[in-house]
């Protein structure tokens, strides 16, 4: 046949289009969660079996309250031979208009788990279709009735009849779930018609069509017109092709933008067919976008010429209340919360829903379109089915940059060539898991992996899955060295952290309970309905495009500090920053709440990618000016801001470093007294003042009980100071008066800990002076070392009742806790936590985050808030670790195994020094700032100093 192809002005196209006829879509189905309609269905096994009954599609039938629910890794455990097998019927009646007679009619499902035939007025539709994460159509236009009613049954096995399907989709680390659970329609069309089109749209606005056409006689146009969403038209002039049986066309547009997850500009491509009259025969459509994407061995994956740098994650299609039923403002959502933590690029292990890849496509993700195969493959015949679905749906979205055949060893390499059959643009295949094809996707690197591949290697490297999140491990803690060891690298192309979020579901078996499966399923940096965990700011903090390089604001700091542009594609003066000078207040003035002093613009240089340059203030050159601000302010907060507008990343500074600060608080304080006394007796050192009472044993010198006068109450704070990660042993203790009326207890030890000056004021305030680590051997006395080798936890602990904590209000590093390779994405502020006994990922059905207990770092001042008990305890060293309580370890955890380092005894701690949490390997696999700190102590030292002071009143 010959088809001509005309590229034309909208004004043309307008003349002749208005007869065209255009796809008609009619939906037997609701459109995702939250919008079902109701079918009548019948389940064979499970609950509400064997009976007729009534169900929402889509859906997921276990969420329905039919069938049993199942977890895929259901062979692992003891005594359970198979998974739930259900079978469903589903039946509906709906009605075809009378005009749609002539036309041709498909039936199309886009989602059914797992085989399904179908049934059009007692008559089947055709072959059943095996795979539950494909679409897929029937062509029904023989089989209907007219302007009548018509009658569907669909028929569906939850478990596969082809044990290659059952081996890739249902031996897996997921839910396992029945149903039609995405939408089903009707679409009409003429029968001479556009039946698909594939497009290959180059950045510089070269496209081809690739048009598989329907009903044609050898004498029909093609004409297409280009309109860029939300603006003008792109006019170029007309062309004519005369093309054979291949039905390719191509043209070059001008004018076009290209697409970047940066700058994400779509078009609206409109195709029409004519007959050799120019009438309009069948008018489609297609969003693109133009860019080019190829990956150079050896080298990179480049788009436009740009070398790709992915920050990405896993996300699974998952909701609580819907299982795998989800809507477009759900993917919305997820695209949203993923382009803020400044990641730009998904993974999955199906193909997900196509509105998900819409909003990829619109708000800039890069996505990896994989064909399922946990880690069993199809068998050949049905791969290639499944093979040429997922790209006949999903060729056109130009998020999609590579695709893959499998994963972790669920790969059938005979399927392989048939992506670059059916992708026109031949988009690089990858086997996840594996070094394949000179792409090395290695899962789960340790620090220094490997021996000749990654940082050691020669080919381009990408872990598809890395810095595994199970419960609160993993994700932002740790990646900051990964992340830097490998962006060094110029083979490096990217890494996806596994997983978005917990894939707790909704158990309508179990009162409602939302369910993890233990230890199989929380893996999320989200919980299941999108609660933000700790890790999602650490994240967003390490993956900023707009880096702020080590900063400490010292007396000669004149405003101006670097910055390095770490986006792909824009350069930093399309960007802006802003500052805030921060003061804020204890609870030793009457002031309440911060406020800001100072606030302003800083000039952003203008970078390229990949370039550092400073950064400035520029009102803070003139030394007047800045030291105003800094005599009032306590922190210095930096908010950058991206190119569209949204901010991308808060970094906060310490003006007033601890030590000033709390003078200046102390400077303030109003309360008075008479002066002191100590009373000495056989077994205890009591330090007295009008406010307070403070006991302290003779053997130990740790505190006994504190006596809050004005209410007779003792406030339970007591058992501290004990060493952690150090030995020490008391020597002295003695106790005298001062002439400014201050009780002072001086301890002093053998080993780590040098002394312990305690001193109460007159105004009621306990001062803790303690110097550690100034003397090599300690003093003397020890047989062995009298730290730990390993330092996990270093300092002091105390005692105070869970039990009596109602929440904590403070200064510090806040509001999530932290690791020690989990500390960027908290900022310096006054912060506020009522007391939760959340266990991250755990928790799914009383999930409070930020979690209440645990570490918090770089402590100002903090009140413990308690049911009449509440005190107060400033710090005045830098960088100390205020441990609030030990979280609790997860029931569900794998074996017992504890998912954290070891707490320190007590309850509340004074840390100069905390543990890191592990990922998927043990910390000794992971990078520098996870691994145990060293003590060494050389002659004239003058050792460390922990100075805090509490208020109990």
């Known amino acids: 046949m010959n088809i001509r192809i005309f590229f034309t002005v909208l004004g043309l196209l307008s003349a002749l289009c208005v007869w065209s006829q255009q796809t008609e879509r009619r939906y037997l189905s609701g459109t995702g969660l939250g919008d079902g ?16 009954s009534k169900i929402e599609v889509p859906s997921q039938w276990e969420l329905q309250g039919f069938g049993e629910y199942t977890y895929g890794r259901w062979y692992k455990k003891k005594g359970v031979k198979n998974p739930s097998m259900e079978e469903g019927i589903y039946r509906h009646t709906f009605r075809v208009p009378e005009d749609w007679r002539g036309k041709n009619i498909r039936l199309w499902f886009d989602g059914v788990m797992t085989d399904t035939d179908v049934i059009v007025n007692g008559v089947s539709a055709g072959e059943t279709h095996r795979g539950g994460f494909y679409r897929f159509s029937y062509d029904i236009t023989s089989l209907l009735k007219y302007g009548a009613a018509n009658k569907l049954e669909v028929r569906v096995k939850k478990h596969s009849g082809n044990k290659s399907v059952n081996a890739a989709e249902r031996k897996a680390d997921w839910w396992l779930f029945g149903g039609i659970y995405r939408p089903v329609w009707l679409e009409a ?23 598989e056409l329907k009903g044609v006689k050898g004498k029909e146009n093609l004409t297409a017109a280009l309109h860029p969403l939300g603006g003008t038209d792109v006019c170029s002039e007309v062309r004519t092709w005369e093309v054979g049986h291949d039905s390719v066309f191509a043209h070059v547009w001008k004018n076009v933008e290209p697409w970047t997850p940066e700058k994400p500009r779509l078009y609206n491509l409109i195709v029409t067919l004519r007959n050799e009259e120019g009438k309009a025969l069948h008018r489609t459509s297609v969003r693109v976008g133009f860019r080019t994407v190829d990956f150079r061995p050896r080298d990179g994956v480049y788009l436009n010429g740009t070398k790709l740098v992915m920050k990405g994650i896993n996300r699974h299609s998952f909701h609580p209340d819907g299982g795998r039923t989800t809507n477009k403002e759900l993917s919305i959502q997820d695209a949203l919360l993923i382009k803020e933590m400044n990641m730009n690029a998904v993974r999955s292990h199906y193909p997900p829903d196509e509105h998900f890849l819409d909003a990829c496509d619109s708000l800039g993700l890069l996505y990896i379109d994989e064909l399922a195969g946990w880690q069993n493959a199809y068998d050949t015949v049905t791969g290639s089915k499944l093979v040429k679905e997922m790209i006949a749906r ?61 940082t050691n290697g020669y080919k381009v490297f990408m872990p598809t899955e890395f810095m595994h999140g199970l419960y609160d491990q993993g994700h932002g803690a740790g990646l900051e060295d990964f992340w830097a060891r490998y962006t060094a690298h110029p083979l490096f192309a990217g890494g996806f952290l596994w997983a978005y979020s917990d894939e707790a579901v909704r158990r309508t078996d179990c009162n409602g ?19 933000k965990e700790g890790s999602f700011y650490s994240v967003r903090e390490i993956w900023s495009p707009i880096k702020i390089k080590p900063l400490q604001l010292t007396p000669s700091f004149n405003g101006r500090f670097l910055v390095e542009n770490r986006y792909l594609f824009t350069n930093l003066k399309e960007c802006s920053m802003r500052y805030r000078v921060l003061s804020y207040p204890s609870p030793l003035q009457s002031r309440a709440e911060g406020c ?26 003139n030394p007047e000016i ?11 907060e930096l908010e950058a801001i991206g190119l569209d507008g949204k901010s991308v990343c808060t970094r906060t500074y310490p003006i007033s470093f601890a030590k000033s600060y709390f003078e200046g608080q102390l400077a303030s304080l109003k309360r008075t007294g008479k002066g002191c006394c100590v009373n000495e007796a056989d077994s205890l050192i009591t330090l007295c003042s009008d406010w307070v009472d403070i006991s302290f044993r003779r053997n130990d010198a740790t505190i006994y009980s504190v006596l809050r006068k004005k209410d007779n109450r003792i406030i339970p704070l007591k058992d501290g100071p004990l060493p952690v990660g150090m030995q020490m042993k008391l020597v002295s203790l003695s106790a005298r008066m001062e002439q400014r009326g201050d009780a002072v207890l001086c301890a002093r030890y053998r080993g780590g800990a040098d002394s312990v000056v305690w001193r109460l004021r007159p105004d009621g305030l306990l001062k803790m002076d303690a110097v550690l680590l ?27 009742p869970e039990s009596e904590c109602t929440g904590m209000r403070w200064l510090g590093r806040g509001p999530y806790r932290v690791w020690k390779n989990r500390i960027p994405g908290t900022n310096y502020g006054i912060w506020q936590k009522d007391f939760n006994n959340t266990v991250t990922g755990e928790s799914a059905d009383k999930l409070v985050y930020p979690e209440f207990k645990g570490y918090h770092a770089n402590l100002y001042w903090a009140t ?5 008990n509440a005190f107060t305890v400033y710090a005045a060293t830098d960088g100390v670790f205020f441990r609030v309580f030990t979280p609790d370890e997860p029931r569900g955890r794998q074996d017992g195994i504890h998912t954290m380092p070891d707490f320190p005894a007590g309850d509340l701690s004074f840390l100069l020094d905390i543990p890191a949490i592990r990922s998927f390997k043990p910390i000794s696999q992971h990078g520098p700032q996870s691994q145990p700190g060293t003590i060494r102590i050389k002659k004239g030292d003058e050792g460390l100093k922990l100075e805090l002071a509490f208020d109990f009143l």
Not at 189 to 211: C, F, N, S, W
Not at 402 to 427: C, H, I, V
Not at 774 to 800: E, K, M, P, Q, V
């Open 864 to 868: 413990i808030q308690g049911k009449q």
């Open 513 to 531: 309970i939302l369910d993890s499966e233990d230890y199989n399923a929380p893996d999320g940096i989200v919980g299941p309905y999108r609660e």
């Open 626 to 636: 800045r030291e105003k601000f800094f005599s009032k302010g306590d922190v210095l």
């Open 189 to 211: 069309k003429p029968q001479t018609r556009i039946e698909h089109i594939a497009v290959d749209a180059k950045m510089d606005g070269e496209m081809k069509l690739y048009t």
């Open 37 to 52: 309609v109701t079918w009548q269905f019948y389940c064979s096994e499970g609950r509400n079996s064997g009976k007729w």
């Open 596 to 621: 800001t002093v100072d606030s302003g613009r800083v000039n952003l240089p203008a970078l390229e990618p990949g370039e550092t340059g400073y950064a400035c203030i520029a009102a803070w050159e």
């Open 394 to 454: 999903d060729v056109n979205h130009p998020c999609i940059v590579l695709w893959s055949n499998g994963n972790e060893g669920g790969w059938n390499m005979a399927t392989d060539k048939l992506f670059y059959r059916y992708d026109p643009q031949r988009r690089h295949v990858i086997h996840p898991w594996a070094d394949f094809d000179e792409l090395d996707t290695h899962h789960y690197p340790a620090y220094l992996t490997g021996v000749g591949r990654f």
């Open 774 to 800: 100034n003397r090599a051997s300690g003093g003397g006395g020890f047989d062995d070392a009298f730290t730990d080798n390993a330092i996990l936890n270093f300092g002091f602990t105390f005692s105070y």
